[in-house]
């Protein structure tokens, strides 16, 4: 029988190698953990191909956690990467 394949598996999978990319520009301009690479809000939105809205409702529902300071939303990389861990679901073979 055929894979099952749902779009969602194949978003995630795409906003994982967006990751990964922005992963090695970070590591070519700064070198440092992802723990303490910070990500702003617009590296946010296209990272996961979201409006501002959808960003602030999930930081409002608690799915992305992100720090404030001033007017300015900043996120940790390393949390990105358990948010996605979090919420991929691999393609179950029948």
């Not at 700064?30 to 999930?58: G, H, M, R, V």
Request: aromatic share 10%; proline share 4%.
């Amino acid at each position: 029988m055929a894979e099952f394949k749902h779009p969602i598996n194949d978003s995630l999978k795409k906003i994982n190698e967006r990751l990964e990319y922005l992963i090695k520009q970070q590591k070519i301009n700064n070198i440092q953990s992802p723990e303490y690479t910070i990500l702003d809000n617009a590296d946010i939105l296209q990272l996961f191909k979201i409006t501002t809205k959808t960003a602030s409702t999930w930081r409002n529902e608690g799915i992305l956690p992100y720090l404030k300071i001033k007017n300015k939303v900043f996120y940790k990389l390393s949390d990105m990467h358990e948010v996605i861990d979090a919420n991929y679901n691999p393609s179950k073979k029948k």
